[in-house]
């Protein structure tokens, strides 16, 4: 099983953009697909976006498709998340999440409960 650690939050300015980073251990990262999950002050974790082991398909919540982009470099275990266009809306912990259940199904890639491997999390906040 993978460990995962995340980086690459902060605070920033709304607007912007910022990259967050998912590094991960072990030989089998190729073969996990991974999410992005965050949890905003006194709300629940929400699905954010997702990628294939492949990294050939990638699912996004409504509120960050077009603005966010995941992406995945398997020959140095990290999924990316890049995020443009930032919203104080978008202040939340973001978590990385992998799985190598294997699922073809939509619901694998954002519900939570499908994800068995998770990193600390990272704080981004932004500011109005």
């Known amino acids: 099983q993978v460990q995962l650690v995340e980086s690459g939050g902060g605070l920033v300015q709304t607007g912007v953009s910022l990259r967050l980073s998912c590094a991960a251990s072990g030989r089998t990262f190729s073969s996990y697909r991974m999410g992005w999950f965050r949890q905003a002050p006194g709300k629940e974790r929400d699905f954010v976006a997702a990628?294939?082991?492949?990294?050939?398909?990638?699912y996004y919540a409504d509120s960050v498709r077009g603005r966010f982009t995941i992406s995945r470099d398997n020959a140095k275990n990290t999924v990316y998340l890049q995020m443009n266009s930032l919203k104080p809306e978008d202040t939340a912990v973001y978590y990385c999440?992998?799985?190598?259940?294997?699922?073809?199904?939509?619901?694998?890639?954002?519900?939570?409960?499908?994800?068995?491997?998770w990193g600390q999390g990272t704080q981004v906040t932004v500011s109005s």
């Open positions: 999440a992998g799985s190598a259940h294997f699922c073809s199904e939509y619901r694998c890639y954002a519900n939570e409960n499908e994800y068995v491997t």
């Open positions: 990628i294939t082991s492949s990294g050939g398909i990638t």
